[in-house]
């Protein structure tokens, strides 16, 4: 049996509670400098070129004010799970037209296989179905609570 | 301004993997996604090979034939495609970050 970790919030860092930024590239660009920043990524401008080009391909919201942008990249070291909150909601194209409030980054090496990272978008997404997760998510008052609760839900 | 493209096509190319694929794809629509038309990504690829150095773009695209990956990282002097610890001569030299692999033909990025 594989396991594929999605590699939770591990430190405060690479949680953003709050985003002042209004645009999508901004806070593309903002969640990869954080993950630079944090180690977890060699070069943040290649990531940001390749986060908006996957964007353009194939946008991230998914609905219920939720987007999970994601990306395999040369530019990552490490796999990571970058989560931002907008509190005043952001516009990111959303078919349901929900303004996003919840952005779940998934980071993948270039090593992992397709496989391995979709599965990867896909338990980071499974965290948001339910309305109970997204409020937790959206009321946690800091990070550890954002850990506990990706934890809880066995990720 | 090779090196740069070259990073950018690496990803493009990983992209491109996933769009080429119907399974993968057929996988994104699952999850919600909306894919679009791979068009944009193939013309797209076409116009940053353009931007590479002949000599790049032969050890590239051989490489990605072979392997599926043309660009692969170094860390501690291993190079992350085959494995194979490379000797310190085979470092780049000063204001560069792309040599070949010794052992496999990839290129390698030292950063």
């Not at chain 1, 690479?14 to 990869?32: G, N, Y």
């Not at chain 2, 990803?11 to 080429?20: F, I, K, N, V």
């Not at chain 2, 038309?37 to 076409?46: D, P, Q």
Request: hydrophobic share 45%.
């Amino acid at each position: 049996m594989t396991t594929v970790a999605v590699h939770p919030v591990p430190d405060t860092s690479l949680f953003l509670p709050d985003l002042k930024l209004k645009r999508k590239e901004s806070v593309l660009h903002e969640m990869a400098c954080v993950a630079q920043k944090a180690g977890a990524v060699r070069d943040a401008e290649l990531l940001h070129e390749t986060l908006l080009r996957r964007e353009r391909w194939c946008p991230s919201a998914v609905g219920k004010g939720v987007a999970v942008p994601n990306a395999r990249s040369l530019a990552v070291t490490e796999p990571r799970l970058v989560i931002a909150r907008a509190r005043r909601g952001l516009e990111w194209g959303a078919s349901d037209r929900v303004a996003v409030q919840l952005v779940l980054l998934v980071l993948s090496t270039s090593e992992m296989s397709v496989d391995s990272h979709l599965e990867r978008v896909m338990r980071a997404i499974a965290i948001t179905r339910t309305q109970r997760n997204r409020l937790k998510l959206l009321e946690a008052e800091d990070a550890r609570i954002v850990t506990a609760l990706l934890r809880e839900a066995a990720l | 301004m090779t090196e740069a493209t070259l990073l950018e096509l690496h990803d493009l190319d990983l992209q491109l993997a996933e769009a080429r694929e119907a399974a993968h794809v057929g996988k994104l629509k699952k999850l919600g996604f909306e894919p679009g038309e791979r068009l944009s990504l193939e013309r797209l690829r076409a116009r940053l090979l353009a931007g590479v150095e002949r000599r790049w773009v032969q050890h590239y695209e051989r490489a990605l034939q072979r392997y599926g990956r043309g660009l692969v990282a170094m860390r501690e002097r291993v190079c992350l495609g085959c494995f194979v610890t490379l000797p310190t001569s085979a470092s780049p030299g000063v204001g560069e970050s792309l040599t070949l692999c010794e052992s496999c033909g990839r290129i390698l990025y030292w950063r």
